[in-house]
């Protein structure tokens, strides 16, 4: 069983916000520092910090706050980790906060306002500038805050950077898959909140909730974690025959996959009909403008090495689509054996 400090105040919480942590001492110690201090309604709130088997300085920074410490002992992974923190919570909801996600001024008690006028679920989003200066994690927090900020107040997704749902509602459908994707970047929370929408939850976006990302990524690293998680979310669009998603698999990203693939396949026969890649290249360039000017920073080099990581990004998403969609195929044929 998992040990766990003293219970802190208060002691009648509304709020009980959960961070999941593994090695991450120095992100852990600013996401804390910032949240006591711009956080008004803490006496409506209650932190619980799961230490999901780190080896570094998390739980040590962790009992520096007056906050709830519960220690797994062994890695088991964020699902785990966030579950064995929701058993622990004596909130009406659950805040799932990353900890590497820097709350800004007020987010929480925004999110707070959510949970008093009733609602059962509400997300935020990242920051527009990333707390690193890697190139990787300056991307990711642009175009995360970009095509978040495009969505409708409504949506269909949960997102565990910093996401509340109520916790009678969370219990009812199971909290987070701990069993689909074992040992590797996961979705849960994507499934979480398909698990959600099935169930007939609401689930608002509000944009004044913010958090700043604080996790240094390069752009290889990029490419992999989508390669994985665009495998891992078409899985489960197959597993459910869920394929929403107000954030990514929109109408224009469809578009734009389907002019960068006739570019790719017109590519070839330039050798002996110039223009027509160019009226490909020219067609996926007018069907991306839109997106591109969202990754528009102002340095020229700088937004120009975005915009080529975003289109390979591209590629990679439809080479992790086919990879899910086999694997789904493969549970599918294999449950009916």
């Known amino acids: 069983m998992p040990a766990a400090s003293p219970s802190p105040e208060p002691q009648n919480p509304l709020l009980s916000v959960v961070i999941p942590a593994r090695n991450c001492g120095r992100a852990l110690a600013r996401t804390l520092r910032e949240l006591f201090e711009k956080t008004e309604a803490l006496d409506r709130m209650e932190v619980i910090v799961v230490d999901d088997g780190s080896t ?4 040590e920074v962790a009992a520096e706050h007056p906050v709830e410490l519960v220690e797994l002992g062994s890695h088991g992974g964020a699902a785990l980790a966030r579950n064995a923190g929701a058993r622990r919570a004596r909130g009406e909801f659950l805040c799932f906060l990353d ?14 306002d959510h949970c008093l006028s009733g609602r059962d679920c509400v997300v935020g989003c990242y920051a527009r500038e990333s707390l690193s200066p890697r190139f990787g994690s300056r991307y990711k927090s642009l175009i995360h805050h970009s095509l978040f900020l495009d969505s409708p107040p409504q949506i269909s997704w949960f997102w565990t950077g910093c996401g509340a749902v109520r916790r009678s509602i969370f219990e009812e459908v ?27 939850i609401r689930i608002d976006f509000d944009p004044r909730i913010v958090v700043s990302h604080d996790h240094p990524r390069s752009a290889a690293q990029v490419v992999r974690n989508d390669f994985d998680r665009a495998w891992q979310k078409v899985m489960i669009s197959f597993l459910t025959d869920q394929f929403r998603d107000e954030a990514f698999a929109t109408d224009e990203n469809l578009r734009r996959v389907l002019s960068l693939d006739l570019l790719l396949l017109t590519l070839p026969l330039g050798l002996w009909f110039w ?4 009226a490909a290249f020219l067609l996926f360039l007018g069907l991306s403008a839109r997106h591109f000017r969202r990754l528009w920073v102002g340095a020229p080099w700088l937004s120009l090495r975005f915009v ?12 992790g689509a086919v990879v899910g969609v086999a694997k789904a195929l493969q549970v599918k044929l294999g449950s009916r054996s």
């Open 56 to 59: 570094d300085d998390t739980r």
């Open 99 to 112: 900890a590497d996600c820097v709350p800004e001024a007020g987010a929480l008690d925004t999110m707070l």
């Open 174 to 200: 199971g909290g987070f898959d701990q069993e689909l994707f074992p040992g590797v970047a996961g979705v849960e929370d994507h499934l979480l909140g398909v698990r959600l929408v099935q169930r007939g």
């Open 275 to 278: 223009p027509l890649p160019l």
């Open 308 to 319: 080529l990581l975003d289109t390979l990004l591209l590629a990679v998403w439809q080479l």
